[in-house]
């Protein structure tokens, strides 16, 4: 990703996959977005736990989301911690635990 992005513009761009979490129960937060975008979800108390994909398709759904900042990104410019994993993993994103 370009080093002149922004949280806020990484934010907006997210908004409807952040309204879709939300609605079953998660919550997605911007970590940091250098070196690379780092996000977390997050569940609540009534998350849905059927309802979150998996680490490698929301990847896909966030680069989509993010494509006006970078058209060409790579899965290594984001990363991201699913519930019960604490930070984010070091592998870049990759989808590994």
């Known amino acids: 990703m370009d080093n002149a992005v922004h949280e806020s ?5 997210l908004t409807d996959i952040r309204d879709s979490l939300r609605s079953d129960g998660y919550e997605l937060t911007v ?6 975008i780092s996000l977390a979800i997050s569940a609540g108390p009534d998350a849905c ?4 994909v998996g ?9 989509v989301a993010l494509s006006e900042l970078d058209p060409q ?5 984001i990363a991201i911690a699913y ?6 993993p070091t592998d ?6």
């Open 31 to 36: 970590r940091s977005v250098a070196p690379q």
């Open 49 to 52: 736990e059927d309802c979150l």
């Open 55 to 63: 680490k490698d398709l929301m990847i896909r759904h966030v680069m």
């Open 83 to 88: 519930p019960g994993e604490g930070s984010v």
């Open 73 to 77: 990104p790579e899965t290594s410019d």
């Open 92 to 97: 870049q994103g990759q989808g590994a635990p």
């Open 9 to 13: 513009d990484v934010y907006a761009l």
